[in-house]
């Protein structure tokens, strides 16, 4: 049996990080450069590099690359960045989308998409239906993005052979986020004590479209075999389950200034997150009269939300998934402890598994 060789250096994650916003930016900028020659409108290209260059911790593509190291990954870092790149951009296909469902104004502190264009109408013809414009130009915005996603997947310069190995794990991640994204649509016609459906969105719409499937295609890509990619689901799992936890705290008790997104959102939304069902779960009946009558509330204002808070508190919901959270990570960690991974990639794993979890953005 071959010995298996790994990286002898560190892996600097923020010389990753604007590796893959090159990428990005490369593509955009020759899509901009498309749409100035045929006189298409360079708005869109233009939107979609606002949208990322507001912010987003790459996490997906970063952890694609590591998959790629994790399995001794050989030869030319660029076409592997490429196709990470290319997770990022099938990203901002999904929150532009996401956004428009949840009917949120705000992401990462700027307006969304579809906010972002009402606007623009608005100021070019104040007469127009500018919500409604504004509405649709996000969804085809959208839905260009996850074209370019593909485009850029199968442009990245990969060999045929490591495309028609990859194909099959993007395949299954595009399915199961979609899949996600369609179980949370529909988790409200649920009862709201419903944790294992509260807890499969998580498991679907996060925690294998986030950790499991973007490391499992990097690990791929240099042909690894299914004992380590068991492994690395192992660690990704369960670091996925606790960096969406964090999310539905911060979506309650975080500081916008800091998320980028109001803290009423999800509560006007009356989205179902484990936090809000443990709540309902262990609510005595006042207290469930209060939830019932306050979640979901779209006219929600700050005082409402403060006492939705005291509720989530007094119930020990809020403490309940703080140790949810401390217990996935935990699992996520010891998983690394034994997975057939160099030190150099366990100590990067290590890195983004806190950012991912130990984390008030």
């Known amino acids: 049996m071959t010995a298996l060789t790994f990286p002898a250096h560190p892996i600097d994650l923020a010389a990753l990080h604007a590796r893959i916003d090159e990428a990005l930016w490369d593509f955009l900028d020759a899509k901009t450069t498309y749409a100035d020659t045929h006189g298409l409108p360079e708005e869109i290209p233009h939107c979609l590099r606002d949208f990322l260059d507001a912010g987003g911790k790459r996490l997906r593509p970063l952890l694609c690359v590591l998959g790629w190291h994790a399995a001794d990954g050989h030869g030319e870092l660029g076409p592997v960045v490429r196709m990470a790149a290319s997770l990022e951009l099938f990203h901002a296909f999904c929150l532009i989308h ?8 705000t992401r990462r502190g700027h307006p969304t998409v579809h906010r ?21 130009a996000a969804i085809l915005i959208g839905d260009l993005t996850q ?8 442009t990245a310069g990969l060999t045929p052979g490591q495309l028609t190995a990859v194909l099959p794990v993007i395949d299954r991640m595009r399915s199961e986020v979609m899949y996600g994204q369609y179980l949370d649509l529909l988790a409200p016609l649920a ?21 499991e499937r973007p490391l499992q295609t990097g ?3 240099a042909g690894a ?13 369960p670091l996925g389950e606790a960096f969406q936890l964090r999310d539905d705290l911060l979506g309650v008790f975080g500081n916008p200034n800091l998320t980028g997104k109001p803290v009423l959102d999800d509560l006007r939304e009356g989205k179902r997150t484990v936090l809000l069902t443990l709540a309902a779960q262990h609510a005595t009946p006042p207290q469930r009269a209060v939830l019932d009558s ?18 989530l508190e007094a119930t020990r919901a809020r403490a309940t998934v703080e140790n949810m959270i401390t217990t996935r990570y ?7 402890e034994s997975a057939p991974i160099s030190p150099v990639v366990a100590v990067a794993l290590r890195r983004i598994a806190a950012l991912a979890v130990e984390r008030t953005s």
């Open 225 to 237: 075999n299914e004992p380590l990619l068991e492994a690395l689901s192992s660690f990704a799992l």
């Open 191 to 211: 009862p709201v004590t419903d944790l294992h459906t509260a807890l499969r969105v998580v498991r679907y719409k996060t925690a294998k479209y986030t950790c």
């Open 219 to 221: 690990a791929v890509l």
């Open 98 to 105: 996401d956004d428009v469902m949840d009917g949120s104004d």
């Open 116 to 136: 972002a264009f009402t606007t623009r109408i608005c100021n070019r013809h104040p007469s127009a239906a500018a919500d409604h414009l504004g509405t649709h």
């Open 330 to 336: 935990e699992q996520a960690r010891t998983a690394l």
């Open 147 to 154: 074209a370019w996603s593909d485009e850029l997947l199968h």
């Open 294 to 311: 306050l979640v979901g509330d779209r006219n929600l204002d700050e005082d409402g939300a403060a006492r939705i808070r005291t509720l």
